[in-house]
């Protein structure tokens, strides 16, 4: 036990430590970290437009292709961070009505989890069928960004094994 007025050497000795260290980095408080960039991409948030529905929230979705819209996750593990939107990636194609329960709705957390996570498996499989044979190749380049992003690209198989699919599945002999 120490007395009033004498301090131990380990005391004395990690002060001293202490003192060195802000004389030389100026202070011991934590620096900030830097933010991470954003994944943004405007095609891939733009071809939401006339698309289903993919939240289908049960007694709230209209299935309105004219109010579809691209949202984002509201989980901090894709990106969400106050006013910061999660990356493009964690989005999904979502009409009006299941995007304001999404954002704004009464609904516990985990609920709006578990369907915005429902509704991103399938919109990961609507891109792959974009990355594979979308109409443009803006719709295509846009869905593998989101895809590759994800580590989610399907397989793409050379130019022959489609032909060789292709015929197999016309009936001809390859």
Same mark, same amino acid.
């Given at each position: 036990?120490?007395?009033?007025?004498?301090?131990? =050497?380990?005391?004395?000795?990690?002060? &001293?430590?202490?003192? %060195?260290?802000?004389?030389? $980095?100026?202070?011991?408080?934590?620096? /900030?970290?830097?933010?991470?960039?954003?994944?943004? $991409?405007?095609?891939? @948030?733009?071809? #939401?437009?006339?698309? =289903?529905?993919?939240?289908?929230?049960?007694?709230?979705?209209?299935? !309105?292709?004219?109010?579809?819209?691209?949202?984002?996750?509201?989980?901090?593990?894709?990106? %969400?961070?106050?006013? &910061? %939107?999660? !990356? +493009?990636?964690?989005?999904?194609?979502?009409?009006?009505?299941?995007? &304001?329960?999404? !954002?704004?709705? =009464?609904? /516990?957390?985990? @609920?709006?989890?578990?369907?915005?996570?429902?509704?991103?498996?399938?919109?990961?499989?609507?891109?792959?069928?974009?990355?594979? +044979?979308?109409?443009?190749?803006? !719709? &295509?380049?846009?869905?593998?960004?989101?895809? #590759?992003?994800?580590?989610?690209l399907p397989h793409? /198989? /050379?130019?022959?094994?489609?032909?060789?699919?292709?015929?197999? $599945?016309?009936? #001809? $002999?390859?």
């Amino acid at each position: 036990m120490q007395t009033a007025g004498k301090r131990s =050497p380990a005391l004395i000795s990690s002060v &001293r430590v202490a003192i %060195k260290y802000v004389a030389i $980095n100026g202070t011991t408080a934590a620096r /900030p970290q830097a933010k991470s960039v954003a994944h943004r $991409n405007a095609h891939l @948030r733009a071809m #939401a437009r006339g698309m =289903p529905c993919l939240l289908r929230v049960q007694g709230v979705c209209t299935q !309105d292709i004219s109010t579809v819209v691209c949202c984002h996750s509201n989980l901090g593990i894709h990106g %969400k961070a106050g006013a &910061r %939107k999660a !990356d +493009d990636q964690y989005s999904v194609w979502g009409c009006a009505a299941c995007h &304001r329960w999404l !954002d704004q709705g =009464p609904a /516990p957390r985990a @609920r709006k989890e578990s369907a915005f996570m429902a509704a991103h498996l399938r919109q990961v499989l609507a891109w792959r069928a974009i990355a594979m +044979d979308g109409e443009s190749a803006k !719709d &295509r380049a846009a869905a593998q960004w989101a895809l #590759a992003l994800l580590n989610a690209l399907p397989h793409m /198989p /050379p130019a022959q094994s489609i032909q060789g699919l292709q015929a197999i $599945n016309s009936g #001809a $002999n390859a």
